[in-house]
T-cell receptor, first 109, second 115 residues
Framework: GQSLEQPSEVTAVEGAIVQINCTYQ??????LSWYQQHDGGAPTFLSY????GLEETGRFSSFLSRSDSYGYLLLQELQMKDSASYFC??????????FGAGTRLFVKA | DAGVTQSPTHLIKTRGQQVTLRCSPK?????VSWYQQALGQGPQFIFQ???????QRGNFPDRFSGHQFPNYSSELNVNALLLGDSALYLC??????????????FGQGTRLTVV
């Protein structure tokens, strides 16, 4: 089947760096996206990688290795407000998008 | 720009009833996708509408149907509600291409509770 796997939870301290991994198994590949969702909120787009390498957007970076079917989201200078769920997502078979189950990030003071 | 708006925000229905959820996409967006999100899970793709046609469907039964209007707004209809349909229903809008090829904007969702 087609799926994305992510750790269920990650805990880090304020000011630290955290990496959230995502491995995928899909037939065909159209890039990997990352979304953030706070409790009770809407998912918000963070980044998209179509090609191998690192994409940087402020404190957030995302990496993709298509040969390893692997990507990660890197959050630097963690802040309390970064406590949220993070989802990787990809498009499969046309215009269907699948999401991972999400990684819940807890940032501690 | 109001972004993606969904209505209602919360809804309680009884098993067997029917429900209609509504979505207005972000200004300029022509593609609307619907997702079901159970607590603690990622969004599950229901279907996508483009140019008033359903162009992709996920693994959901025919009880789930939709519509897109000429102004790109969309409705999700669920018939014969089951307890397991209780979830957050999210609408996402984007431009033309697949959701992950362009940035998708999500609404705040409709929390449906079936009792």
């Amino acid at each position: 089947g087609q799926s994305l796997e992510q750790p269920s939870e990650v805990t880090a301290v304020e000011g630290a760096i955290v990496q959230i991994n995502c491995t995928y198994q899909t037939s065909g590949f159209y890039g990997l996206s990352w979304y953030q969702q706070h409790d009770g909120g809407a998912p918000t787009f963070l980044s998209y990688n179509a090609l191998d390498g690192l994409e940087e957007t402020g404190r957030f970076s995302s990496f993709l290795s298509r040969s390893d079917s692997y990507g990660y989201l890197l959050l630097q200078e963690l802040q309390m407000k970064d406590s949220a769920s993070y989802f990787c997502a990809t498009e499969v078979g046309g215009f269907k998008t699948i999401f991972g189950a999400g990684t819940r990030l807890f940032v501690k003071a | 720009d109001a972004g993606v708006t969904q209505s209602p925000t919360h809804l309680i229905k009884t098993r067997g009833q029917q429900v209609t959820l509504r979505c207005s996409p972000k200004s300029g967006h022509d593609t609307v996708s619907w997702y079901q999100q159970a607590l603690g899970q990622g969004p599950q793709f229901i279907f996508q509408y483009y140019e008033e046609e359903e162009r992709q469907r996920g693994n959901f039964p025919d009880r789930f149907s939709g519509h897109q209007f000429p102004n790109y707004s969309s409705e999700l209809n669920v018939n014969a509600l089951l307890l397991g349909d209780s979830a957050l229903y999210l609408c996402a809008s984007s431009l033309g291409l697949g959701q992950t090829r362009t940035e998708a904007f999500f609404g705040q969702g409709t929390r449906l509770t079936v009792v």
